[in-house]
């Protein structure tokens, strides 16, 4: 008899084959916005390109942007690219979408609060279109599972950025993404290489929370002019050089521009020496801290 058990279960061990390491990611998840808090909700300072990897193009662009821009009508309703959405102030629902037949998951959905745009992830193997392809905001995306962690790999960016204070993102633009649960927790780790404008690949991180209550609202937007502007108006501060607001950052922190202005050398810990050299003895106090919670 228990010969007879022992062979029954090893049948259907062999029907059921090895257990799937996927996690089950649907659902409605809260930001945590205990990263970046002041980036990810007020917006960086005009003039704050500290330890961004970008190249001289970037930085000309950031110089001469001007936020103005998003009250120009056509700017209005754009929504965040796939790369800089998880990184604004807006909650998440993630759904799937499931093969009839073999029940197994065909694609992954994600849907931000800020402006509802949707994002399909592929998990069917597809190949990405051609570089000559449509680029949108939430581009092309293929995911594989490695181990629980989903791994998503994005082609077909429109230009966008990834600060919101002027620092571009090339259509050229690539994002690798990796999607790890933890219990009731949901870490979202970015990477964006940019060959246009930035010297090394970009990381992020976010935490989200289960929150099987949330219900994320319709986000309507309708352009509108907000203020009054010559027809054909381009917001910019051309030539470079002429946007006033570009040193506020630098004095306010007593951080001299050559670090202001970024660039990858500044992501490693060995550029404390040459910043100890580069700070005056005595920094400005500019406030407290935020709260990380």
């Known amino acids: 008899m228990q010969r007879r058990i022992a062979g029954g279960l090893l049948a259907l061990a062999l029907i059921a084959g090895p257990a799937s390491a996927e996690l089950d990611l649907t659902g409605a998840w809260g930001q945590k916005m205990h990263e970046d808090r002041l980036d990810r909700g007020g917006g960086p300072d005009i003039g704050d ?15 001469t942007w001007d936020a103005n821009k998003w009250s120009v009508p056509e700017h209005q309703c754009a929504p965040h690219p ?7 102030p807006a909650h998440i629902r993630i759904w799937t979408t499931t093969d009839p037949n073999s029940f197994k998951v065909v694609a992954y959905h994600i849907m931000l609060g800020w402006m509802n745009p949707v994002r399909t992830i592929w998990l069917d193997g597809r190949p990405h279109p051609s570089p000559n392809a449509p680029h949108t905001w939430e581009g092309f995306s293929t995911g594989v599972w490695d181990g629980d962690t989903l791994v998503v790999k994005t082609t077909h960016l429109k230009e ?19 999607l790890i649960r933890h219990d009731n927790v949901l870490t979202w780790v970015s990477a964006v290489e940019d060959p246009v404008y930035l010297t090394e690949p970009y990381v992020r991180s976010w935490n989200w929370v289960l929150a099987p209550g949330l219900w994320i609202n319709p986000y309507t937007c309708a352009a509108r002019v907000e203020v009054e502007r010559p027809q054909g108006f381009v917001a910019h501060w051309l030539p470079p050089g002429m946007n006033p607001m570009l040193k506020e950052f630098s004095d306010k922190t007593g ?14 810990p060995e550029y404390q020496l040459e910043l100890k050299k580069l700070l005056p ?13």
Do not use: M
């Not at 951080?255 to 500044?266: D, E, S």
């Open 160 to 178: 966008g950025w990834i600060r919101r204070n002027g620092i571009p993102r090339s259509a050229n633009g690539k994002l690798t993404e990796f």
């Open 49 to 63: 390109f500290t330890a961004l990897p970008i190249n001289d193009a970037a930085l000309l662009r950031a110089q």
């Open 255 to 268: 951080f001299p521009t050559q670090v202001t202005n970024g660039g990858a050398n500044q992501l490693y």
């Open 281 to 293: 003895a005595q920094l400005p106090q500019w406030g407290e801290p935020a709260s990380p919670f």
């Open 82 to 88: 796939a790369d800089y959405g998880p990184h604004g």
